[in-house]
């Protein structure tokens, strides 16, 4: 039986370390997995030195963007980058974010006879409408979005759910479904990881640990986290909440938890955490996992966390919900912090945590071993059905 032909694939990425989020860290993985390069900015100054990975980087020609310390990609100002592109041999372009690079990525594949295959991550009309708190400006951006969809020889959401999603936007063609992965092993020293994470972050013993981890951005919802949060603490003291990750506000989100009178007793900011297994321990502490974030399509924290055992709590009817089958594999509420707040209440008080967790383990992770795989196989289909077409 022959071995099926290697696929060539070329990654695209508008935004990538120190960026971290969940499209960064499926692109990283891809690029892992299949040994991938990826076209991205040079974030940061001599960013091909400081990022150093298994797989190649093609750093795109940048511009300083405003008020940002990181750059934006301009290639069509790269005089080199096609010609890098090419050294690859590729067969197949994958955008993971339909901006400077995604638009510069179709425009290759038309001239180098590749196809393209677009993933819808992100619900770009909420993120453009918090940036520029313009309706109009968001919805105009978010044509233009739509309308790079609609030239890529096939389309992948990373969940249902995100598909409709994009549907809601005025897509009108087919999509694939193709799931997020995770790392999906849970740690042989899970008790030395968790207690390493205890003692970096001083995690009390004997209370009910929530955790958010993601990008400190209010549109992640962190008002809810920190409005319920407060409401739970005027309850009891029976509850510690951790929140990891870092972002753009936050300066803004520790301020407004100093509004509500939470102190370093009730809460713990751990900023971003790169150490994966330091990372992995904070999750071991937890026992609930507060997502109510809105944003988000298939978030990779509520799968990394399910590796471990842990549930996720979050927004009823949310497209982060998807993967989630209510008060068997996690639970959901209105994004209100009275519901959030009786919520968390009844889960404590339940008594089968433990279970839900376990099944949240059983169910909803997908190695990247797994995952990858299914990539490759679908990458082959469109690449047929592209040289089908080509009459090659």
């Avoid at 897509?171 to 995770?182: A, D, L, R």
């Amino acid at each position: 039986m022959s071995r099926p032909e290697a696929i060539h694939p070329v990654l695209f990425i508008d935004n990538y370390f120190p960026v971290i989020d969940g499209v960064t860290e499926t692109v990283h993985q891809y690029a892992l997995h299949m040994n991938a390069p990826v076209v991205c900015p040079a974030m940061e100054k001599n960013y091909a030195e400081k990022y150093r990975f298994p797989y190649r980087l093609l750093v795109s020609r940048t511009v300083r963007a405003p008020f940002s310390r990181y750059a934006s990609a301009v290639p069509k100002l790269d005089g080199k980058l096609a010609a890098d592109i090419a050294r690859e041999t590729p067969d197949i372009f994958h955008i993971h974010s339909p901006s400077l690079l995604g638009s510069y990525a179709l425009a290759q594949g038309r001239k180098m006879g590749i196809p393209v295959v677009g993933t819808f991550h992100s619900k770009y009309y909420d993120a453009i409408l918090e940036f520029t708190k313009s309706r109009l400006i968001a919805k105009a951006v978010t044509a233009k979005i739509v309308r790079l969809y609609e030239q890529c020889d096939e389309v992948w959401a990373c969940s249902g759910e995100a598909g409709e999603t994009l549907r809601s936007y005025g897509y009108s063609k087919p999509y694939f479904v193709m799931p997020n992965g995770t790392d999906a092993a849970y740690p042989a020293n899970a008790e030395e990881l968790k207690e390493r994470a205890a003692s970096v972050f001083r995690i009390p013993r004997g209370k009910h640990i929530l955790l958010f981890v993601g990008q400190q951005i209010w549109y992640k919802n962190q008002r809810l986290i920190l409005d319920t949060f407060r409401l739970l603490c005027d309850r009891s003291n029976d509850y510690f909440l951790i929140m990891a990750g870092a972002g753009k506000d936050e300066k803004d989100i520790e301020r407004y938890a100093a509004s509500l009178n939470l102190t370093d007793d009730q809460i713990r900011f751990a900023g971003l955490i790169r150490d994966r297994d330091l990372l992995s321990g904070v999750y071991l502490n937890a026992d609930l996992l507060f997502f109510p974030s809105v944003f988000d399509n298939a978030p990779l924290v509520l799968r990394e966390a399910a590796v471990l055992g842990v549930p996720t709590l979050a927004v009823e009817g949310s497209n982060a919900a998807g993967a989630i089958r209510k008060n068997v594999s996690g639970f959901t509420a209105a994004a209100e912090p009275q519901d959030m707040r009786d919520e968390i209440v009844r889960i404590f008080s339940s008594g089968n945590l433990r279970e839900i967790g376990r099944n949240a383990q059983a169910t909803i992770p997908l190695s990247w071993e797994k995952l990858i795989p299914k990539v490759l196989e679908e990458y082959r289909a469109v690449i047929g059905r592209h040289r089908d077409r080509a009459g090659q």
